[in-house]
């Protein structure tokens, strides 16, 4: 089973930018379809973003589309997400998830569809 570290979380003003990192090991990365959720105090996990195994094709929360970019490099197993426009309403835990399941599809929303997770990582975005 893949072991994940997120990093890059922090205290970011409205309208700043953020980049999170999720560092994998003890598994074959490529072989694992990623996301990034989120959760906020006292709401429920949310979707945010989804890659594919080689990189090729993403998918993404509306509240997210345009702002966010999600990429991988293979090569040294990790997975990023690019935050721009940061807003107040991103504040929240991000974690990375892996998924080793051969029929997960890139649109999934499902957390129980990610069988490894990142501990998370504190995004606070201020006004």
């Known amino acids: 089973q893949v072991q994940l570290v997120e990093s890059g979380g922090g205290l970011v003003q409205a309208g700043g930018s953020l980049r999170l990192s999720c560092a994998a090991s003890?598994?074959?990365?490529?072989?694992?379809?990623m996301g990034w959720f989120r959760q906020a105090p006292g709401k429920e996990r949310e979707f945010v973003a989804n890659i594919s195994r080689r990189g090729g094709s993403t998918y993404y929360a509306e509240s997210v589309k345009g702002r966010f970019t999600i990429s991988r490099d293979n090569a040294k197993n990790t997975m990023y997400l690019q935050m721009n426009s940061l807003k107040p309403e991103d504040t929240a835990v991000y974690y990375c998830a892996a998924s080793k399941y051969v029929s997960v599809i890139i649109t999934t929303t499902r957390p129980s569809d990610f069988d490894s997770w990142g501990q998370g990582t504190q995004v606070t975005v201020s006004s």
């Open positions: 003890g598994g074959t990365f490529s072989s694992y379809v």
